[in-house]
C-alpha cells in the first residue's frame, strides 16, 4: 500500500496558516506520521493522542516534537497558551462539542483551529467504512463545529491517493490499518463495492478530506 495522504494533509495545513514562530498543538497524532513532515515548521510542536502505545513509538522514531499522552476532551495546558489547533483526522474519534471547548480554552485570542476531516461520500471512505463505519461519528462533528461560537474562516475539500497492489492487498491492508483479524465476509463486500477496479492491478482510490479554518469571533 502506497498513499499521499500524509503529505497532502501537510500541504493543506501549511497552505491554510503559516507556523514559523507559532506554538502548535496537533491533536490526534496517532504514532506521528503527519507531526513528523510538520517538524521545524514551528516553534514549538506538541502532539497528543489517547494512545500510549502510538506515542511512545512516536517519541522513539520522531525528534523535534514534543509527544505527549493526552485526550482532547480534556487537555492538560494552561489557557490561551496555543496560536495554533490542528485536529489531524481526529475530531470524530471523540465528543466533538468539548474537544472543540477545550481547544478553544487553550488556544490564543488571535489564534486559529485548523480541522481536517474525511468526506463519508470519498471513494477511500465508503470502502473503508465497510470496515469500520464511522459516518455518523463523522456528521456530528460537523453539527458540533456548526454549534460551536467558532467563525469558520474558511473551508476546502481535498483529495489524496491509496494506492494497492491489488484486491487481497486492499483487503489485507484495511484489516491491518484497523488492527483487525481478516474477516473473509468482509473482504467480499469490499471486492464488490470495488466493482470494476477489483481486477486492476494497482487499485487506486480517492481519499476525499475537509480542511476547515476557524477563529475564535
Not at 150 to 172: H, P, Q, T, V
Request: charged letters at 30%; glycine letters at 6%.
Amino acid at each position: 500500500m502506497k498513499t499521499d495522504y500524509d503529505q497532502k494533509i501537510v500541504e493543506k495545513i501549511l497552505q491554510f496558516v503559516p507556523l514559523e514562530e507559532k506554538r502548535v498543538l496537533e491533536i490526534g497524532c496517532g504514532n506521528g506520521r503527519i507531526t513528523s513532515l510538520l517538524v521545524g515548521k514551528a516553534k514549538k510542536l506538541i502532539a497528543i493522542d489517547p494512545d500510549a502505545k502510538s506515542i511512545i513509538e512516536a517519541q522513539e522514531k520522531i525528534t523535534g516534537a514534543d509527544f505527549q499522552t493526552g485526550y482532547g476532551e480534556n487537555l492538560e495546558f494552561p489557557d490561551r497558551c496555543f496560536d495554533t489547533v490542528i485536529f489531524t483526522l481526529s475530531l470524530h474519534h471523540q465528543n466533538g462539542k468539548t474537544a472543540i471547548t477545550e481547544a478553544c480554552r487553550v488556544l490564543k485570542d488571535n489564534g486559529c483551529i485548523l480541522i481536517i476531516e474525511p468526506v463519508n461520500s470519498g471513494e477511500v471512505e465508503q470502502i473503508f467504512s465497510l470496515v469500520r463505519n464511522e459516518n455518523q461519528e463523522t456528521l456530528d462533528a460537523q453539527e458540533a463545529i456548526k454549534g460551536s461560537d467558532l467563525k469558520l474562516e474558511y473551508s476546502e475539500i481535498f483529495d489524496a491517493k491509496w494506492i494497492f497492489e491489488n484486491k487481497e492487498g486492499l483487503c489485507g491492508s484495511l484489516f491491518d490499518y484497523y488492527k483487525m483479524p481478516f474477516d473473509n465476509n468482509i473482504a467480499a463486500q469490499i471486492i464488490k463495492k470495488l466493482g470494476a477496479k477489483a481486477e486492476k492491478s494497482p487499485i487506486i482510490l480517492i481519499d476525499t478530506m475537509l480542511i476547515q479554518l476557524l477563529k475564535k469571533p
